[in-house]
């Protein structure tokens, strides 16, 4: 399984991107996904996560409200709409797939990653 991130970028505080990850063969439609991150100097953390069918969603502390993450089954593609960027959102961005059918936010229930995608926001 291979998962492909993509759309980070360098924006000012306030901005908006939206971060994709697809894996071609569809092996993990079945599978919770989720994007963690890891800003310099800092350990690995859970953003936000969902599970397969979409239906559940959940997010750390410090996103909430400005993050949306989503899945579209056709594409086999996982999203995280990112707003109201801030500096502190600065990091290497990475999309997982979980080894159940729920997302967890402990990266030892995920099985698969992607190569991470960065980010960086100025003030």
């Known amino acids: 399984v291979q998962l492909q991130a993509s759309g980070g970028g360098s924006v000012q505080a306030g901005d908006s991107l939206r971060l994709s990850c697809t894996e071609s063969r569809r092996t993990v439609s079945n599978n919770g996904m989720a994007w963690f991150r890891q800003g310099p100097g800092k350990e690995r953390e859970f953003v936000a996560g969902v599970n397969w069918r979409g239906g559940g969603t959940g997010y750390a502390d410090s996103v909430k409200g400005r993050f949306t993450i989503s899945r579209d089954f056709g594409k086999s593609a996982l999203y995280l709409q990112m707003d109201k960027l801030k500096p502190e959102d600065t990091a290497l961005y990475y999309c997982?797939?979980?080894?159940?059918?729920?997302?967890?936010?402990?990266?030892?229930?995920?099985?698969?990653w992607g190569q991470g995608t960065q980010v960086t926001v100025s003030s």
């Open positions: 997982a797939a979980a080894r159940k059918s729920f997302y967890s936010s402990r990266q030892s229930d995920y099985a698969y």
